[in-house]
């Protein structure tokens, strides 16, 4: 981790930046498999931090999941990418997001210093601004078998091609998720998700995996009714 001295504190200010420092990392490590004999696995590769409501000392409940997981994103693209211009920003905060979202012309003016929340498009736009890392977003017009089939493959090839974590949100449900792998055997699919709706003192990763904020979710679990989206960071380096 840097130093108080190298890390860039940018718009949130020291005090609540700092907060960062103590942020866990790999919370799904020693998380046991769903199925005891998947036909395949594919997991993220390398280390993230798992960021969450309030992780840097701003209450952002009720609005805050995307940018949270945004920056769980961002955080593995800055401790697994020796491109990464700069080497002393592991996320940029909140404000920040919102302010290279003005910036850009995707949000008004007014969206600075707002409650308004993001998702899985706002995200490519971030990271690509923020660490010049294209991102491809998929979308799952519904539930049911096209999640089974179109979700899961995209899936399967992102982690064994890219490696980084992926965002997923829709429109009914609407809730952001991190997933950090997928899992298909005969029982089906599960994703591998880290849940940044988590607001409280900071647990262990074992307090974490066993209250559900990390956690293998069947795919046939997700809302049947609501279309999804990935957004999938390209982050293998060309020629592999």
């Given amino acids: 981790m840097a130093s108080d001295e190298n890390i860039d504190w940018g718009a949130c200010g020291k005090e609540i930046c700092q907060k960062v420092e103590t942020l866990l990392k790999n919370v799904h490590t020693g998380l046991p498999d769903p199925q005891t004999d998947p036909a395949k696995c594919s997991l993220v590769k390398g280390d993230y931090l ?11 409940r009720g609005w805050g999941c995307g940018y949270r997981t945004t920056q769980t994103m961002a955080s593995w693209i800055h401790l697994n990418r020796s491109t990464v211009q700069n080497q002393t920003r592991i996320a940029p905060s909140l404000p920040q997001i919102q302010q290279a979202l003005v910036t850009m012309g995707d949000k008004p003016g007014s969206f600075s210093g707002s409650r308004e929340w993001i998702g899985t498009f706002e995200a490519s736009l971030v990271l690509d601004y923020f660490c010049d890392v294209p ?6 017009r519904g539930g049911g078998a096209e999640l089974e089939q179109v979700a ?6 992102h982690f064994e091609k890219q490696g980084s974590p992926v965002m997923m949100g829709g429109d009914r449900d609407n809730s952001s998720k991190g997933i950090l792998g997928i899992c298909t055997g005969d029982k089906g699919s599960y994703l591998l998700v880290v849940d940044p709706h988590y607001y409280g003192r900071q647990l262990e990763k074992t307090e974490l995996q066993e209250r559900g904020w990390v956690a293998w979710k069947r795919v046939s679990s997700l809302d049947q009714s609501s ?5 999938l960071p390209q982050t293998a380096k060309k020629g592999k």
């Fill in 50 to 60: 798992y960021y969450h409501y309030g992780c840097d000392g701003q209450d952002d």
């Fill in 152 to 157: 899961v493959e995209e899936l399967h090839q």
């Fill in 227 to 231: 279309f999804y989206n990935l957004c």
């Fill in 135 to 140: 991102c491809k977003v998929v979308h799952v």
